[in-house]
């Protein structure tokens, strides 16, 4: 007898329909499965077998041939044991479920029949709505979780025993509570008020998160550069409903949501020893990389000049264009990634910087490293941030302004930057044209003018001053940059090696 | 009029090619011998105290070099050659007992004849320089370039090359270098040593090709002593090959001058110590051309705008060594906005640069009232 049973296999981000097919009819005993498993979905007839019989199912000893459509998607995960399982109890006559073809099912089975939760169960419940599917059936833990996507009924499973009675129509379980979409931080995140003295720092915190610019930090070791990294997201406007979905679609997917979320724009620090492909995504399914986890949030790069050359070319054209391409033999997938880049580094190697006389790096070690600086990532960094050890009397003395007061103002000016640009954008993706449109006084275009002439500033430079201008004006709440702003732009700009 | 040099002058060039591995081993052997001395000997002398077993067969293979194969190779590397019996040797290095036979050179030719040692001032310093001496160092070759001096240097790593890069921007500069002048060394400043073949002269006492030792650096010292007028120390260590510029030229009677430095930084100890034995204070170009051609006779101008107080003190608290816009705000008490729209402007109007990293250095710039330094 043929069953067929309705589950979703994990690519990127994005769930992909499989129709599990099973077929029990007679011959020597044997299970084979069919249509490009990779080894944790070949595992699965172990975990099958194990499951059923320790539910009181019979396994039937008969030729069982399971087949995962469309054989040409290479299925990843253990996330389709569920549906396998299912199908085969349907298939052998053990159970008869009318409402199964309008259903789908995710979950791995344990050995004892429990059903154990798997990656990506928004992403999941989504699609199985956008396929027509009246209810999806996922593990209790992933109940909430799949929650979150309306129009869809979300049934949790706590194990294969439930069944029977889920299919005649004798236990029918409530729809579980979805997972608040925290749009900002619940407070129990860092606070910026940690941040003592520090003042230029804080106001290049204010900018960049105001702006969406990217952040350069270079100053000594123990100066602060994480501290205050880690603080950005706490400064950041709120998501947008639609964005927080996003963000936590790709959370789901790779597992983080159940976790205790912190809510508000995610925070990634991957260590300096990441491979491109940690860093932008890789690997066959493709899974995201850490430059997607922080879609919506800040990519912090501790270290820069410590990162793989090849690592931070990698990340060069998902910065212009907000997305990862990848692309893997008969599959291309494109991953968001609209981060806000924050970089910290020592002014050299020795971390205490060549103005102090106590400096022992080579001058050509110096430069070498400072060269790293300027390399082709660095050219995408909008502001420089030089810091310094905080005084004692600094560390000693009042916390910092909190970073609600300081949110406040970030996102007016944001408020202000969508009315001029469109819901979503921010100053730092303004294209040249838009750029030029800044309204500038006299006095403020002269001294751009004069900055550019003297220090020679590339026409990326220059946009990229305007562009910063633009989001101080915003800050200060003006219809126009004066010279005042534009001057501040210009000192707060990343300097390039000319 | 084109440079000439003799075969002979030439051969030596030669001969010291094919000795400096020899040359060498006897400079870096016994501390305190100094390649300048050694080079004061005749051919046969110098290769019978450098290579006692190898000497007789050195000379006579350099004594075998064609005429035409040395001006061949000089063609190809598209170098002239002007040696000590020309009319356009430069006046200075008659003064030296260890001159150089010849002189072997990339540039126009036609400065050669301009070398006077009043025309000329040496500026030289540490490898690795601090941000102030580099500042220093450029600020100097600029000013002294701009009132018609030629810059004398080592294209050496630090001060050397800020001062040749600052004298490019307002005049013209002349590189010394250990190797050939053909050869650019460190090979990171190909680009400097490029420009300054276009604008300026490259010259060295080594024939084309041939390769840095350490004995050449304190002998092309000795040329770079004896070309000029003055020589000016910017920023030099204890022990730095600077000091033994310095020694030369003072050797030769010509000026010697110091550029002061935190008596706490190491790497001002040399030019401090200069100045206690007697040298002359330079804090700037202006004091270069009163030493030299007497107090008044050539003007260096500078003076930036007039600044409100509030940059006054912005500037003030930078030459206090508040070196970031955080040290300044927080030291002044201002905000992070004002302190970095205050140092914008100060750097808009030359009177602060600042570095990759950020940090801030003032510039040689004075306010004008002579309020500050």
């Known amino acids: 007898m043929l069953a067929t049973a309705r589950t979703f296999t994990l690519d990127g981000i994005s769930a992909r329909p499989v129709r599990v097919e099973v077929d029990v009819h007679r011959g020597l005993p044997a299970f084979s499965l069919v249509g490009l498993p990779d080894p944790a979905v070949r595992e699965a007839r172990e975990r099958v077998r194990a499951a059923m019989a320790n539910c009181d199912f019979d396994f039937p000893l008969r030729r069982i041939v399971a087949n995962l459509a469309p054989a040409s998607l290479r299925k990843a995960g253990p996330g389709m044991d569920l549906a396998l399982a299912t199908a085969l109890l349907v298939a052998s006559g053990q159970l008869s479920w009318e409402a199964l073809p309008r259903l789908a099912m995710v979950g791995e089975l344990a050995l004892d029949g429990s059903v154990r939760p798997v990656a990506g169960a928004l992403a999941i419940a989504e699609a199985a709505r956008e396929q027509g599917a009246d209810a999806v059936v996922v593990p209790a833990e992933n109940g909430p979780e799949a929650a979150m996507a309306e129009g869809i009924d979300v049934i949790a499973l706590e194990s294969l025993e439930q069944l029977p009675a889920l299919a005649k129509g004798e236990w029918a379980p409530e729809r579980p509570e979805p997972l608040p979409l925290l749009l900002s931080p619940n407070g129990h995140g860092p606070d910026l008020a940690d941040l003592r003295g520090q003042r230029h720092l804080r106001y290049a915190l204010e900018v960049a998160a105001a702006g969406g610019h990217s952040l350069l930090m270079i100053g000594p070791p123990g100066a602060g550069k994480s501290l205050a990294a880690g603080r950005l997201p706490s400064i950041l406007p709120p998501l947008a409903p639609g964005e927080a979905l996003e963000v936590a679609r790709i959370a789901s997917a790779c597992g983080r949501l159940r976790e205790a979320p912190t809510g508000g724009r995610p925070f990634r620090s991957p260590h300096h020893t990441i491979s491109p492909a940690g860093l932008v995504g890789g690997g066959n399914p493709p899974r995201p990389g850490e430059a997607t986890l922080a879609h919506r949030g800040v990519l912090f790069l501790d270290e820069l000049c410590e990162f793989r050359r090849d690592s931070l070319e990698a990340l060069r054209a998902p910065l212009e264009t907000g997305t990862v391409a990848i692309a893997r033999s008969g599959s291309w997938r494109q991953l968001p990634c609209r981060f806000m880049l924050v970089a910290a580094a020592n002014p050299c190697p020795c971390g205490r910087g060549e103005a102090d006389p106590e400096c022992s790096c080579a001058p050509i070690a110096a430069q070498r490293y400072q060269g790293r600086l300027s390399g082709a990532l660095a050219d995408r960094i909008d502001i420089l941030a030089a810091i310094r050890q905080p005084s004692a009397r600094e560390i000693a003395g009042e916390p910092g302004e909190p970073s609600a007061d300081v949110r406040e103002r970030v996102t007016l000016a944001r408020e202000r930057q969508e009315r001029r640009l469109g819901s979503g954008c921010c100053n730092a993706e303004m294209t040249p044209a838009q750029a030029r449109e800044c309204v500038v006084e006299e006095g403020a275009a002269a001294l751009l003018a004069e900055a550019y002439s003297r220090h020679r500033l590339s026409g990326r430079a220059h946009d990229r001053v305007l562009r910063l201008a633009q989001t101080v004006a915003d800050l200060a709440g003006a219809e126009a940059i004066d010279c005042e702003q534009m001057a501040q732009a210009l000192q707060l700009r990343r300097r390039d090696g000319r | ?373």
């Open chain 2, 1 to 373: 009029m084109s440079p000439r040099a003799c075969p002979d002058c030439l051969r030596r060039s030669w001969l010291l090619s094919h000795l400096a591995p020899y040359i060498e081993k006897i400079a870096t052997s016994a501390p305190g011998s100094r390649s300048p001395e050694l080079l004061r000997l005749s051919n046969e002398d110098l290769a019978a105290a450098a290579a006692p077993s190898a000497a007789r067969q050195i000379l006579a293979s350099v004594e075998a070099i064609p005429e035409r194969r040395l001006l061949d190779d000089l063609r190809a590397a598209e170098c002239w050659a002007c040696c000590r019996h020309d009319s356009l040797y430069p006046v200075g290095l008659r003064d030296a007992a260890d001159a150089p036979w010849a002189l072997i050179g990339r540039g126009d030719p036609a400065l050669l004849a301009t070398l006077e040692p009043e025309a000329l001032v040496t500026v030289v310093g540490a490898r690795r320089a601090s941000s102030y001496g580099r500042e220093v160092a450029r600020e100097l070759g600029r000013e002294l370039a701009a009132a018609g001096m030629i810059v004398v240097s080592g294209l050496a790593f630090g001060i050397d090359a800020c001062a040749h890069r600052g004298a490019l921007d307002a005049g013209l500069t002349i590189a010394v270098l250990g190797c050939g002048a053909d050869v650019c060394y460190p090979a990171a400043h190909r680009s400097l040593w490029r420009r300054i073949c276009e604008r300026g002269l490259v010259v060295s006492e080594q024939p084309p090709g041939a390769g840095a030792w350490r004995w050449t650096f304190p002998a092309r010292n000795r040329i770079m002593a004896a070309l000029a007028g003055m020589t000016v120390v910017v920023e030099a260590a204890q022990r730095s090959g600077s000091l033994i510029t310095a020694d030369l030229a003072a050797d030769l009677g010509r000026d010697l001058g110091a550029v002061p430095g935190p008596v706490s930084s190491r790497s001002s100890a040399g030019p401090n110590n200069l100045l206690a034995g007697g040298a002359c204070l330079v804090r700037d170009g202006q004091d270069v051309l009163d030493a030299m051609l007497g107090a008044g006779v050539r003007q260096v101008k500078k003076a930036g705008e007039r600044l409100d107080p509030e940059l006054l003190e912005v500037l003030a608290a930078v030459e206090r060594g508040e070196d970031t816009c955080d040290a300044v705000a927080a030291e002044l008490d201002l905000s992070g906005a004002e302190a970095a729209a205050a140092l914008s402007r100060l750097e808009a109007l030359g009177y602060v640069t600042c570095s990759l990293v950020g940090v801030y250095a003032r510039t040689l710039l004075h306010p004008p009232g002579g309020a500050s330094i």
